[in-house]
């Protein structure tokens, strides 16, 4: 193999990989933009809806629908049933086709972010899973939880390369020398840290969403000594 054969050769695989890496992003952003169509559709005719319920046939990767839940009354309860697949009265019934097909294709990819909104449903002992539907607004979900554990909170430091896409700093507000207050002592608990990390994840994988939200900061200085490109800040929406 000469030298110019092999240097070709390195381009094309490189060029290969960089496709490739492109097309996996292009992928979540689009089972994540079918995951918001099939919500959108589920609650313009049933508003409550929290949870969709199926079953998963892993080695087809097909998906059986069972109904629409709504949200759970506690921690130890049960999400009530707001549709049941088979109530051939109720307006989701004309939809229920195309909530099983979008379903099975937001999670069809097995490095998807959808997944991360999947876990078995314990009042189960069969094939039975909840797939949660995402916020309408997740920068106002996201402002709405870190408020709960920081009321001065008017922004948080982002990192694409944390899980996904994890909150690393909590910004509250201006000190009296005209710097930001900033802490990396995160009050909430795991539960609240799992379903922030999910949410900052979706809003990295949705380029819209990206772009409206997340903004670059110069010479930022890792809390944890580490190195990242993805490192944005995200300035919080007001909550009621």
């Not at 380029?207 to 490192?231: E, F, I, N």
């Amino acid at each position: 193999m000469t030298p110019a054969t092999a240097d070709h050769l390195a381009l094309l695989a490189q060029q290969r990989e960089e496709l490739d890496t492109e097309r996996r992003r292009i992928e979540k952003a689009h089972c994540l933009a079918v995951l918001d169509h099939v919500a959108a559709r589920i609650r313009q005719a049933c508003p409550e809806a929290v949870h969709v319920t199926f079953a998963y046939h892993g080695k087809t990767r097909e998906v059986d629908l069972y109904g629409v839940l709504g949200a759970q009354s506690s921690p130890l309860g049960t999400c009530p049933w707001l549709w049941d697949g088979e109530d051939q009265e109720h307006p989701l019934d004309e939809l229920a086709h195309a909530i099983e097909s979008d379903v099975q294709d937001a999670l069809a990819p097995y490095d998807c972010p959808a997944w991360a909104t999947v876990r078995r449903d314990q009042a189960s002992d069969g094939n039975r899973w909840l797939l949660e539907l995402p916020p309408a607004d997740r920068a106002a979900r996201i402002a709405q939880l870190v408020r709960e554990y920081h009321p001065e909170a008017t922004a948080v430091v982002v990192d694409g390369h944390r899980a996904g896409g994890r909150i690393i700093e909590i910004v509250e507000g201006v000190a009296e020398d005209g710097r930001e207050n900033r802490t990396t002592r995160r009050r909430w608990s795991h539960e609240c840290e799992d379903i922030l990390t999910r949410l900052v994840a979706q809003i990295f994988a949705l380029p819209p969403l990206t772009d409206r939200h997340l903004s670059p900061l110069d010479d930022y200085r890792h809390p944890y000594g580490t190195s990242s490109d993805l490192v944005r800040l995200m300035t919080l929406p007001p909550t009621a």
